[in-house]
């Protein structure tokens, strides 16, 4: 595999396994580049448990030209990152230049702000399935759903096949 980057989002109350377990397994993937993104560079954003994160790049230092996948957590941070135009845009920009855009649990918030589901289908947390429906996709509760450049997962049980779609697509 050529070498590829991935950015994976981090913020306050951010859902611990669905930052660290694609932070750490792209980062033992061979060829892959993976680094975290908050609103501020090196700063320490806690967890929804309180385990710590420190961001690697703040958003303002990122683009969809410089990654090819970006990966969003759940938890409650994508509650904060759907009311942040820098976020916004890079998710925009991301679907504009056909890039991986990987989402799990509550992430798909982000995607219901950014506008990119209509007509995608997709899953999320169970409590969010309406807002991912009002959004324009079609709903199926699976593990992982991949629609073209979107890839989509659940809870946190569903890591697995999520990081398996991501590579899959990272490495087409």
């Known amino acids: 595999m050529t070498s590829k980057r991935v950015a994976v989002l981090v913020e306050f109350n951010y859902e611990d396994l669905e930052v660290w377990y694609p932070l750490l397994r792209f980062r033992e993937e061979l060829g ?13 954003y806690q967890s929804k448990k309180g385990y710590p994160c420190k961001s690697d790049k703040s958003i303002d230092e990122v683009s969809a030209q410089d990654i090819d996948a970006l990966i969003i957590p759940g938890g409650w941070a994508p ?4 009311r942040d135009k820098r976020f ?11 890039k991986t855009v ?22 999320c947390f169970h409590s969010i399935k309406d807002d991912v429906k ?8 699976a593990a992982v759903v991949v629609d073209g450049n979107l890839v989509t997962s659940r809870v946190p049980a569903d890591l697995p096949q999520f990081c398996k779609a991501i590579i899959a697509q990272l490495k087409a």
Do not use: Q
């Open 134 to 141: 009002n959004a324009g996709a079609v709903y199926e509760d």
């Open 32 to 44: 892959i580049e993976t680094f975290s993104v908050g609103p501020e560079k090196g700063k320490m």
């Open 79 to 82: 509650d904060y990152w759907r």
């Open 88 to 98: 916004l845009d890079l998710v925009t920009d991301m679907f504009a230049a056909s």
């Open 102 to 123: 990987a989402a799990i649990c509550h992430g798909a918030w982000l995607l219901c702000s950014a506008d990119v589901l209509k007509g995608r289908k997709a899953t």
